[in-house]
């Protein structure tokens, strides 16, 4: 199947590694899309799995129009990049190989564009379907992060435009975008979604939201899973404010005196996310679930703290052993 290029609407790049059940899953959900497979194609990433992920993308060649690009192991950064690079399409839609869209996602995706013209991001509602308590405050975490920023009325059908929301949760930019403020940074071990965020804000470029618009997330992970997932955007996080030079002046202070930072810094911290997420979810009608899983949410927000204070003082011990060392050797 060949699609006319001069007609192209969207590239969706799917990004896998090691998981082909996943991947045949996501790839099943795309071929069930009600949109013109002439308007679109398919470019999926392979970021140096060991599985011969070539037969499940050839599996499909009689259904989508699709392509299989590998590479070694180099990271999300380095796969979105190569399927930018490869892309044809006008708006360039990203997704996880454990994503699953609804059949008419590209058909909202394109109304949203064609009614927004001014438009250029574009974010979805990801919904946590994995079984466990894990995935349950995933959703609440991911849901009270997200109103919090946006700081706006909570409805199912209004689009929101801020200059405060990240562009995760399947992103769909247009591909114009990136010539405008370069592509995902290689250099980060994480946190390359934040970062990219960070330089959007910059250039006045908002991402606009569109909670109808819906994407089923499958993760397999276990309660302890996604509190080091946490954990480890905590430190992403960081890693991406500092490559955008934009650390808070709180922790700027905070690294002033480390020995503060577990005993007021970090606790302020937790108890500030904490007291922002209760008042959120008072506005958006979620406070009975709030309470509920209150202490579980809790410990995903000490995680995520935890992650970011301790990369931190980890890059500021290193800095300093470099200006020793430079110094004993002057």
Known sequence: MSPDHSKLFFSVIILTYERPRSLRACLEAVARQDFSKEMFEVIVVDDGSSCDN?????????????????????????????GIKNSRGRFLVFIDDD????????????????????????????????QGLGSIIQQLYRELT??????EEYS??????????????GPIFDKNIFSAVGMYSETLQGGEDAEIAFRLAKKGISTFYLPSLKIEHWEQKS?????????RYGAYTFEASKKANIISKQLTDALKHPGMIFFWHMPRSVGVTYYDFLRTAMRVKKLLRFLFFSPALMLFILSFWLG?????????????TITDKTKNRC
Request: aromatic residues 12%.
């Open 156 to 169: 199912d059908h209004k689009v929101i435009k801020s200059n405060n929301i990240s562009a995760v949760n």
């Open 308 to 320: 970011l204070y301790l990369k931190a003082l980890h890059c500021q011990n290193q800095a300093a």
């Open 146 to 151: 997200l109103w919090r920023s946006i700081q």
């Open 99 to 130: 994503f699953c869209l609804s059949p008419d996602y590209l058909s909202q995706v394109k109304e949203f564009f064609t009614t927004h013209p001014q438009a250029q991001v574009l974010t979805s509602h990801l919904i946590s379907c994995g």
């Open 223 to 231: 309660f302890w899973d996604f509190l080091n997932q946490r954990y």
């Open 54 to 82: 070539r037969k499940n993308v050839d599996a499909f060649k009689g259904l989508l129009p699709i392509s299989y690009i590998f590479q070694d192991h180099q990271g999300v950064a380095a796969a979105r990049n190569k």
